[in-house]
């Protein structure tokens, strides 16, 4: 190259690590002149300044937002991938030495910037650009995006724009605010009072209810950001708390806040009755509710008055019909027993055959009302906790065949048949006898009353494997329907039915027989379906059967 006149110069690396710069120019009359230079810290310096480059490059088109550089003269020096996308353009639209006016024309076409003459637009841009170091707008676009634009003066007269896509931000907002506003129209509307603190007791909400219901505690303590110890504090000043001191009195309440204690007692403020309820959150804070419960508590009081009303009524009323039983009775026996006396005439005849008639109907009557009389008194008497069981070891196998035995006539005049089934071997029990034949005659009774001629009634008894006694009364009678089994079972119910109301009855027989039951640990559970029948079947616990030796040895007294 030297030879043909040219020029040479090259760099080359050593290996010390530093740059060198050869160059060879010719001279005249042929040869040449070689000249060395170290060019090792030029040479670092444009490496590093690529390298900045680089990662300058590199941040330019990570950022989010959309950048770009303009020089003094308005023309664009670079962009990022981001500025284009969010502008609209295609990725090679815009290219360095596009010139500022031409940008702004592009994006107006794109209605972008409103319905303004585009060069309108750009003279504004220009002299906001020139006239402030800084300028910040919001734009709205057609499509419904929103972009904040910045726009910056360089210190070599350039400037650069950013761009900043804000729709989700601002929609975000939107819900947030349209949210509070929801939020404050419905604490408004509430009628409780509420406040929420968050877990550092500081308020973020209420309404004017809770304002009141603490007893209109200054509207500047309750300002959302406002410590809670400071309206604890105005309100142990006040006197809200009692006697005692007020530091400690606040210190208490806060920190059993701060443990989770979301117990709050009821409050008497200003003559109502606040009922405050506090509820945790996953964050930390709580919501705390208070309800006026004024008009609940008076409707309760006045419904334990009416209640205790009733139960002093209701005693006295037990308490009374307990004490007739001698009242009633005596006249009742002494109507019978004379009615008895004059039909049989004991003391000659009386006449004429119609005496002896009316005489039959006066005991008939007597009997019965004598009947109805001894339920209701027995009833009453366990309603008021006077009935007492006189126990003793009975046979009662003999006292259910005793039973079915008694009922036989009235069974005959009904035109009914009566089976026992009762086996010889059951268990000595203990009993109230009277009670227990009171029991299996008003079963029988009752089933004997509800069986149209020709039916059948059956008793029967057993062991059950668990050890409880149990004793059933079958009938082929009217029955009932399952859901009227509850009525029939409360004293002076009675179930409608074409053949249950030709026949006399306070409704006492079941339910009294379910109370003499009980009153002896079991049980009575009634089945039945209408025309086909009832089964009531009582229960005597295990612990009241004797056991067999006890048996042997009462039966071998009763045949000696």
Known sequence: KIGRGGTYRVERSQPTGTMIAIQRSPIPGGGFISTYTDVTE???????NAAKSQLLHTMFDTVTQGIAVYDADYTLISSNRQYSDLL???PDFLVPGMSYDDVIRAIA??????????EEIIADFRNAIESQPESQFEQHSSDGRIMIIHRSRMPNGGFVIALTDVTNVRKAEREVAEKGRLLELALKSMGQGIAIHDRDLRMIACNEKYIAFRGNIPAELVQPGMAHEDSLRFRARRG???PGDIEQQ??????????????????????????AKRDPMPDGGFVTTYTDITEIKAAEAELIRARDIAESANTAKTEFLANMSHELRTPLNAIIGFSEMMKNEMFGPLGDMRYRDYCANVADSGMHLLSLINDILDLSKIEAGKMELNEEIADLGGIIRSCALLMCEQAETAGIFIDTSCPTDLPMARVDTRKIKQVIINLLQNSIKFTPRNGHV???ASVMPGGELRIVVTDTGIGMRPEDIPRALDRFGQVDGSLSRRHNGAGLGLPLAKSLMELHGGTLAISSSPQRGTQVTVYLPAERLCPPAGYGNSAQSRRN
């Open 250 to 275: 606040v210190r208490s309440r806060i920190e059993k806040m701060k443990r989770g204690d979301i117990f709050v007692p009821v409050r008497l403020v200003n003559g109502r009755v606040i009922q």
């Open 42 to 48: 030029r040479w670092k310096a444009e490496k590093e």
């Open 458 to 460: 059956k008793i029967s």
């Open 109 to 118: 076409a794109k209605g972008i910037l409103g319905s303004r003459p585009v």
């Open 240 to 242: 809200d708390f009692g």
């Open 88 to 90: 609209g353009f295609a």
